[in-house]
């Protein structure tokens, strides 16, 4: 039997899908059209925007904020605690249109603007300027979403 837990204090829009092994805590509100995948942790706290994918093992820390039509790949891992163990929690805001891809880790209080890019594997420890694609260990700006774009539509037509 496939188990999810979903906090009867969680609001959640129409359409959402919630796959297998996950976890929807308390205060937390979801906008229609949301894809969650499995094994994805979204503690208490949390708002995501419509239209929004959150990719499989990602975890959502609380006071996160996710905008509209933002996509979050695979294992991603926000961050709330700058300074752990301090207590003093602080959330990652990820705009509209943004992507955050694979396994990309975003400390506490960061914001990645809207329609922004955070490449794979990246830590993102300052926040994210609007349209740009950020990339690395520590991330930085590499180019534009525009040249994102085009790198992306060259691709789908090869």
């Not at 894809?35 to 208490?44: A, C, Q, R």
């Not at 992507?99 to 420890?125: C, E, W």
Request: charged share 25%; hydrophobic share 40%; glycine share 8%.
């Amino acid at each position: 039997m496939v188990t999810n837990f979903i906090s009867e204090k969680a609001k959640i829009g129409q359409n959402v899908q919630i796959w297998h092994f996950s976890y929807v805590g308390d205060d937390v509100e979801i906008g229609d059209n949301v894809k969650i995948g499995s094994l994805v942790h979204i503690d208490y706290n949390v708002k995501i925007g419509e239209n929004t994918k959150i990719e499989g093992q990602a975890y959502i820390p609380p006071l996160s904020r996710i905008g509209k039509n933002a996509f979050i790949g695979p294992a991603v891992v926000l961050t709330n605690d700058p300074y752990p163990m301090c207590n003093k929690l602080r959330g990652v805001t990820i705009e509209d249109n943004a992507i955050i891809g694979a396994r990309a880790v975003i400390k506490a209080g960061v914001t990645v603007g809207k329609n922004s890019v955070v490449a794979m594997g990246s830590v993102v420890t300052r926040d994210v300027p609007e349209n740009s694609v950020v990339i690395g260990s520590p991330a930085t700006i590499r180019f534009s979403r525009d040249e994102y774009d085009k790198k992306q539509r060259k691709w789908k037509e090869s």
